[in-house]
C-alpha cells in the first residue's frame, strides 16, 4: 500500500466538533452523494403493490444490490401466507434472477428521468478529490452508477468507481470497501468511508475502514464511529 499524505476532515457532530486524519476516502453513491433512494423506493413499493404484498416495508431493501432484493422478493412472493401455497426456498431462489433483471430495467428507467446531488456532495467530493485518493463504491450496477455520477458532475473527479459488477459479493459482505482500497492502494485502516444505509456501514466497519454514517433519520441504525445528519457537516482544512 502508498504511504499518502493525510488531509484533516473537520466533523461536525452532534456531541461537538472533531477533527480526523485520512489518507483516501471511499463514498457510497445511492443516498449519500446522489439523490435516488427515492426512486428505488418508489420501485419497491409500486412493485409490493402490484403484487398485493403488504407488511414489508420497503425500506427493508435500502443499500443492498438489486440481486440482493430481487432474492428477499422473491422469498416474499413465494411464501404461503402471500401466495397461498407452500413455496419452496428452490422456487424463490430460480425466480430471483428474472426479477432482478425486471427491477434493474424499472430503476434504470426512473434514473433516465434525473437525479440530483445530495446536498454538500459535489463540494466535499471534488475538494476532497484534490487532495487524497477518492473512490465510490456501489451496490448499484456500473452503467447506472456512472450515469448518476457523470450527471452530477462527480465523475471525473473519482480516482475510481467500484460497483458490485467487481466483486463476487455486494454489500453488507466488505468485498467492496476492501477492493476500493485496493484500487487505491491505501490500508483501509487509513482511509475514511462515508455511508448512510445500514447494509453499507456493516460493509465498511468489516473491512476495517473509519466508518462515518451520514443519515438524518435517527431511527436507521447505523454501524460508525462518527455519525452526521448530512455531508454539509464536513469541513476540510486547508
Known amino acids: 500500500m502508498t504511504e499518502q499524505s493525510a488531509t484533516t476532515l473537520r466533523l461536525a457532530t452532534a456531541e461537538g466538533e472533531l477533527r480526523i486524519q485520512a489518507r483516501a476516502a471511499v463514498f457510497d453513491c445511492d443516498g449519500l452523494l446522489i439523490?435516488?433512494?427515492?426512486?428505488w423506493l418508489q420501485m419497491i413499493e409500486t412493485w409490493l403493490a402490484e403484487h398485493g404484498v403488504q407488511d414489508f416495508p420497503a425500506e427493508r431493501l435500502l443499500g443492498l444490490s438489486v440481486h440482493d432484493a430481487a432474492a428477499r422478493l422473491s422469498h416474499v412472493r413465494t411464501a404461503p401466507s402471500f401466495s397461498g401455497t407452500n413455496g419452496s426456498r428452490g422456487e424463490a431462489a430460480a425466480q430471483a434472477p428474472c426479477l432482478a433483471a425486471e427491477l434493474t430495467h424499472r430503476y434504470s428507467a426512473l434514473l433516465g428521468s434525473g437525479v440530483d446531488p445530495m446536498p454538500g456532495a459535489v463540494t466535499l467530493f471534488t475538494s476532497l478529490a484534490s487532495r487524497v485518493p477518492v473512490a465510490v463504491a456501489s451496490n448499484g450496477l456500473r452503467h447506472d452508477v456512472t450515469a448518476m455520477l457523470a450527471d452530477a458532475a462527480l465523475l471525473s473527479a473519482a480516482h475510481t468507481v467500484c460497483t458490485v459488477e467487481d466483486v463476487s459479493a455486494g454489500k453488507p459482505a466488505p468485498d467492496l470497501y476492501l477492493?476500493?482500497?485496493?484500487?487505491?492502494?491505501?490500508?483501509?485502516?487509513?482511509?475514511?468511508?462515508?455511508?448512510?444505509?445500514p447494509a453499507g456501514a456493516q460493509a465498511a466497519s468489516a473491512a476495517g475502514l473509519l466508518v462515518i454514517g451520514v443519515n438524518a433519520d435517527p431511527s436507521v441504525e447505523l454501524q460508525c464511529r462518527w455519525r452526521l445528519a448530512s455531508l454539509d457537516a464536513i469541513a476540510i482544512e486547508s
Open 35 to 39: 439523490d435516488s433512494e427515492s426512486l
Open 179 to 197: 477492493h476500493a482500497c485496493e484500487r487505491l492502494a491505501v490500508a483501509p485502516e487509513h482511509t475514511v468511508a462515508l455511508e448512510d444505509s
